[in-house]
């Protein structure tokens, strides 16, 4: 039996209600959905077997792999899924040719798009779940950055470390 495509689907902030009706199909088509609480909470009503992804990927990976031989499965996903989420966790493991990414608008888009400046020539780093170093070496190097954060790396504690360390405060 050819195993079924693994789809990885970007949810955005607006929820299931902003997915397209494409997307919304691979979702409602899902043997096994597979995500965080708060986008397997989305789907609560739908028949498909729910797997959280937690802390341990790799368990998750584990138990796709088991199910993808013979079931359809969604992994759930913010926005876009192969900015620092998922989907490359999932591309690594699969390969692209047992893979189909579906994204959605990502934070940084979303983030740009809401402060109305274009980000064409602005860097992303992501502190979400990994050291802040890297958000530190990017801000000495000056221009537009986009930092993805999380609870432990806010917002708020990498400003705070950014002007202890002498980064100019201002705008690039």
Do not use: C
């Amino acid at each position: 039996m050819v195993p079924h495509k693994i789809h990885v689907v970007g949810i955005g902030d607006d929820g299931p209600a902003g997915l397209t009706p494409a997307a919304r199909a691979v979702v409602a088509s899902a043997d096994v959905l597979v995500g965080g609480r708060r986008h397997l909470g989305w789907f609560a009503d739908a028949p498909a077997e729910k797997i959280v992804l937690g802390a341990d990927v790799a368990a998750a990976l584990d138990r796709v792999a088991a199910e993808h031989e013979r079931r359809r499965v969604v992994v759930l996903a913010s926005g876009d899924p192969l900015l620092y989420g998922i989907g490359a966790a999932v591309l690594e493991h699969f390969g692209p040719e047992a893979v189909e990414v579906v994204p959605h608008v990502s934070a940084v888009q979303l983030a740009f798009a809401r402060l109305g400046r274009p980000w064409h020539d602005a860097r992303v780093v992501s502190a979400h779940g990994r050291s802040a170093e890297a958000v530190r070496r990017a801000a000495w190097q000056g221009g537009l950055l986009a930092v993805l954060t999380d609870e432990v790396n806010t917002p708020a504690r990498i400003a705070a470390t950014l002007l202890a360390d002498g980064v100019p405060d201002g705008p690039a």
